[in-house]
Each structure stands twice: as C-alpha cells, then as structure tokens.
C-alpha cells in the first residue's frame, strides 16, 4: 500500500505509528497513513514556536510572505489533479468536485498573498498634547488548525492563508479520515519555500494527536472545524493554554422556498444544496422549508431530480454523488433515518444504503410530520432532505430559526421586500437569496450558535490572526515632573 508521511519542521516522517486508510469506494484499506502522538505534536508545535520568532520567517516582511503564499498558489494550480485525484481516493468526494474545487482552492492563497502587506496598524487621536500612541498589529502565535475530511484543502485554505499573511506558523491536524491530500500538500509547502517550522502537518486521533495539540501551551490560537462536541472538549482543553479560538461548527440551514419562486431553479438549488457531495457539507441546506400552496408540486419535481441522480465511481466524470467517507455515516444516517420514521416522517425516496460495496446512500427525502421529528433537529451529513411546509411569512422565518445551529440559509422569492425581510429575520451567518453554496475569498463566513464562532475568508479572518499592540511614545523633551511633588 501507498505509504505518506509527516511534515514537521522541514522534514517528512513516517512517525513512530501507523494506521490503514480506507477507500470509501470499495471499504478495503489503500493506503498507510502515519500517526502523530503527543511526541510528534511537541517536536511540531516547538518548531513553529521557534519558527515563529527566530529565523527567516521571523525576518521576513509581509510584502516577502505574500511572494510565499503567491508560490503556493501557483502550485496548488499546477497539482490540483494530483491532489484531486488523492481527495476522491482517500474521501469518496467525486473527481470532478474535486477537480473544480482544489483549482479555486488557489484564488484563496492568491487573495491573501494580496492581502499580506495591507494588514494595516492605526495611528490614535490621544488626548494628551506630548503623546503619539498608534497600534501595531502583530501575528497571533502558534496557530493549530484542524481540518475534518470533508473540503479539507478549501477549510484548511481560509485558515492557513490569512495565518500565514498575518506572519503566523501552524501546525495542521489532518482528520485520521482520509488524509492523504492533505499530507500530500505539505509536499507543496516545502517546494514553495516556506522556511522550516513553519508550517507542519500531521495527522492522528482526537485523543491522542488533537487533544496534545490543542493543550499545547505554545499554541496561541486555535482554529477548527468540525461538530460541537469535539468542539466543547476543545474549549475545555483550551483552558490550560488560554488559547483563543474560532469555531466553524456545521449546521442544519434553512432552505426556504416561497410559493412565488420560480421553482425550477430553487429545486435545481435545492438538489446542489443537499446532495452535492453525498451531503457531507457543513452548509447543506438540509431542512427545506417550504410554502404549502406549492409543496407538493415542489416535492414531485425533487423527487424526480433526485431519483435522476447518477451514483457510481468517484472517478467516472459522469458520476453526480459517490460515497460517503466512512462506514460509521453509514450507520449514523441509517439510525436517524428510522428514527424519523418512527416519529411520522414520510420516506419520499430513497432512505436506505445501496447493497453494493464502499458506503453508499440512496439520496433520500423525508416528508416530516413537524418541526421536532429527529431529522429536522440532528445534522445528517449526509444526503437526506427533511421537508415541512407553512402558511405565513412569519411561520417560515420561525421554523428556520428553530434550531441550535445558525451557519448558513437559502431564501427563494421573487418579493424583494420579503427577501429583505428574511435576510434581516434570519440568524445564521450566511443568507443566500435565490442561489445557494457560492463562496468567495473575499466573502467571509461562520455561525451563530452551535455553529461556532469566528469568520473565515476575507479581510475579517487575516486581523482574526492577528494581535493589537500600543505603542506610546512621549515626545516633549521636558523632564517628567517628580511624581512625588504637588502642584
């Protein structure tokens, strides 16, 4: 089997561990993966502590980190097949999203090449006449990301290049799931120069790798991405460090279809929003909200659409949803299938795995009987639809609030009074107004809630890994007064 490697202060490592790789596709090992533990993590997280301080990077202005990050860019575009063609292997994720997605995972690099001299200080208007005070910002520290395996070169992206355009290191936990693109990419960062330190990837277990690397007490900052429970053991941990955090925690969005819509789109939307890979999308618009006087009429078009649906090999461009990444979402989404159904959800299509090997989903529709059956509340991740309908604008803006999570929401109309309405009504970090799933570097993103906290893309996630300093400098030549006198 393919073997990869560490990347840790310059170096590539097969570490003291290892563990099989999965091809979702199949469910048989590929590749052997290695294994950091608390030993791995130290060396690691040590030299993007020195790398940090000492050495060139130390050294470097911003306009020569942008050249870096410029460099990065130009090589993630000429491998983005190599990469993609290790994202379907390692993930299940389709090749030609793949393809499509690492090639503008590039623009994200190139925007904070951009970005990286422009990160500006501030002079203050102080209110004393012998002062010049002005704030310096400075890069946070340590950063340590973690990545899951879904999109992970795009979410590794909006945190690792406005780290390193704010003059931050990182050291970067691939998911024990499917990490080869990511290790793979660290093959990049050495080839476009990077000094040594500072950037490191590693991957490993939650208990083992990211437990000992969000502890660190040199990391300054972590960034993550992933569910909320591994999330509130981050938090905790982060207080042996005081590390600060930014959170990109998933979701369970809105999609929310008026009867004046023009439907063909909003389900055209509506199966991108969902099914689009398998599901396994943090922004999934997975609660369709939909008017009652169109429902049906609605349900009958995605029902087609969905039943349409090409499943088959990751690496037949004609493929439109492959597996999912592991055999435990199988069993996940199998158990809150039939849980739904047991509290009145009505099977649409779908709702079963398909009987072939690897771990494939049959995209699924469930019609729910009210906002509190077990679908509409828990995260899927994976491609299964639940559906209730309203009556009133009210009722709609009110079942999209219904949740715990606040990531990301769709709203088709052709009232551009009620769409204002909504965006306004709506908590959740993204609002998308008759489309759904665009992205942009210079478009930041996050949640509200249970969907984190913190913005990644856009100037907002480059001064998130910065750290202010005041500087006061006196500048009358007088003597200070003896402090001790009155007068």
Same mark, same amino acid.
């Given at each position: 089997?393919?073997?990869?490697?560490?990347?840790?202060?310059?170096?590539?490592?097969?570490?003291?561990?290892?563990?099989?790789?999965?091809?979702?596709?199949?469910?048989?090992?590929?590749?052997?993966?290695?294994?950091?533990?608390?030993?791995?993590?130290?060396?690691? !997280?040590?030299?993007?502590?020195?790398?940090?301080?000492?050495?060139?990077?130390?050294?470097?202005?911003? @306009?020569?980190?942008?050249?870096?990050?410029?460099?990065?860019?130009?090589?993630?575009?000429?491998? /983005?097949?190599?990469?993609?063609?290790?994202?379907?292997?390692?993930?299940?994720?389709?090749?030609?999203?793949?393809? *499509?997605?690492?090639?503008?995972?590039?623009?994200?690099?190139?925007?904070?090449?951009?970005?990286?001299?422009?990160?500006?200080?501030?002079?203050?208007?102080?209110?004393?006449?012998?002062?010049?005070?002005?704030?310096?910002?400075?890069?946070?520290?340590?950063?340590?990301?973690?990545?899951?395996?879904?999109?992970?070169?795009?979410? /590794?992206?909006?945190?690792?290049?406005?780290?390193?355009?704010?003059?931050?290191?990182?050291?970067?936990? /691939?998911?024990?799931?499917?990490?080869?693109?990511?290790?793979?990419?660290?093959?990049?960062?050495?080839?476009?120069? =990077?000094? *040594?330190?500072?950037?490191?990837?590693?991957?490993?277990?939650?208990?083992?790798?990211?437990?000992?690397? @969000?502890?660190?007490?040199?990391?300054?900052?972590?960034?993550?991405?992933?569910?909320?429970?591994?999330?509130?053991?981050?938090?905790?941990?982060?207080?042996?460090?005081?590390?600060?955090?930014?959170?990109?925690?998933?979701?369970?969005?809105?999609?929310?279809?008026?009867?004046?819509?023009?439907?063909?789109?909003?389900?055209?939307?509506? !199966?991108?929003?969902? =099914?689009?890979?398998?599901?396994?999308?943090?922004? *999934?618009?997975?609660?369709?909200?939909?008017?009652?006087?169109?429902?049906?009429?609605?349900?009958?078009?995605?029902? @087609?659409?969905?039943?349409?649906?090409?499943?088959?090999?990751? =690496?037949?461009?004609?493929?439109?949803?492959?597996?999912?990444?592991?055999?435990?979402?199988?069993?996940?989404?199998?158990?809150?299938?039939?849980?739904? *159904?047991?509290?009145?959800?009505?099977?649409?299509?779908?709702?079963?795995?398909?009987?072939?090997?690897?771990?494939?989903?049959?995209?699924?529709?469930?019609?729910?009987?009210? !906002?509190?059956?077990?679908?509409?509340?828990?995260?899927?991740?994976?491609?299964?639809?639940?559906?209730?309908? =309203?009556?009133?604008?009210?009722?709609?803006?009110?079942?999209?609030?219904?949740?715990?999570?606040?990531?990301?929401?769709?709203?088709?109309?052709?009232?551009?009074?009620?769409?204002?309405?909504?965006?306004?009504?709506?908590?959740?970090? !993204?609002?998308?107004?008759?489309?759904?799933?665009?992205?942009?570097?210079? /478009?930041?993103?996050?949640?509200?809630?249970?969907?984190?906290?913190?913005?990644?893309?856009?100037?907002?996630?480059?001064?998130?890994? @910065?750290?202010?300093?005041?500087?006061?400098?006196?500048?009358?030549?007088?003597?200070?007064?003896?402090?001790?006198?009155?007068?």
């Amino acid at each position: 089997m393919k073997r990869f490697q560490h990347y840790i202060d310059g170096q590539f490592s097969d570490g003291a561990n290892s563990f099989p790789s999965i091809d979702p596709a199949t469910g048989a090992p590929w590749a052997e993966m290695p294994e950091a533990r608390a030993a791995e993590v130290d060396e690691a !997280v040590t030299a993007a502590h020195r790398a940090l301080y000492s050495g060139p990077w130390a050294e470097m202005n911003a @306009t020569q980190r942008g050249k870096l990050l410029s460099r990065l860019a130009e090589l993630l575009t000429e491998n /983005a097949q190599t990469l993609a063609e290790l994202e379907t292997r390692d993930t299940g994720k389709i090749i030609r999203e793949t393809s *499509a997605q690492i090639a503008y995972v590039a623009d994200y690099y190139r925007y904070y090449a951009g970005l990286a001299d422009k990160i500006e200080g501030a002079h203050l208007p102080i209110d004393k006449p012998d002062m010049e005070v002005w704030l310096r910002r400075e890069p946070i520290g340590v950063v340590a990301m973690i990545v899951p395996w879904n999109s992970q070169l795009f979410l /590794a992206a909006v945190k690792l290049g406005p780290a390193l355009a704010a003059g931050c290191t990182a050291v970067l936990k /691939a998911s024990e799931d499917g990490p080869a693109p990511m290790l793979e990419f660290a093959r990049l960062i050495h080839e476009a120069g =990077f000094p *040594a330190g500072v950037v490191n990837v590693l991957t490993g277990f939650g208990e083992t790798c990211g437990s000992a690397l @969000t502890r660190h007490p040199k990391v300054a900052h972590i960034a993550f991405t992933g569910g909320p429970e591994a999330a509130r053991h981050i938090v905790r941990g982060s207080a042996d460090n005081l590390a600060s955090t930014s959170l990109e925690l998933g979701g369970k969005s809105p999609f929310i279809v008026f009867a004046d819509a023009d439907l063909e789109s909003a389900a055209n939307a509506q !199966v991108a929003g969902i =099914f689009a890979a398998a599901g396994q999308s943090c922004v *999934a618009g997975s609660r369709l909200v939909v008017d009652r006087r169109v429902k049906d009429k609605f349900l009958t078009l995605l029902k @087609t659409k969905a039943e349409a649906i090409r499943i088959g090999d990751p =690496f037949d461009m004609a493929t439109e949803v492959g597996p999912l990444a592991t055999a435990r979402q199988i069993a996940h989404i199998g158990d809150l299938i039939n849980r739904a *159904a047991d509290a009145g959800a009505k099977v649409i299509c779908g709702g079963a795995a398909l009987n072939r090997d690897g771990f494939y989903q049959a995209p699924t529709i469930l019609d729910c009987d009210g !906002v509190s059956s077990p679908s509409m509340v828990e995260e899927f991740f994976g491609p299964v639809l639940s559906v209730v309908s =309203f009556e009133t604008e009210a009722e709609a803006l009110a079942i999209a609030n219904d949740t715990h999570y606040g990531l990301a929401s769709g709203v088709f109309t052709t009232n551009l009074s009620r769409a204002h309405r909504m965006i306004r009504g709506i908590h959740a970090g !993204v609002v998308w107004v008759n489309t759904y799933r665009a992205v942009s570097p210079i /478009a930041p993103f996050g949640g509200y809630g249970l969907s984190g906290h913190g913005r990644e893309g856009g100037l907002a996630a480059a001064l998130d890994y @910065t750290k202010t300093k005041t500087v006061w400098l006196r500048t009358s030549d007088d003597p200070i007064p003896d402090p001790f006198v009155m007068r």
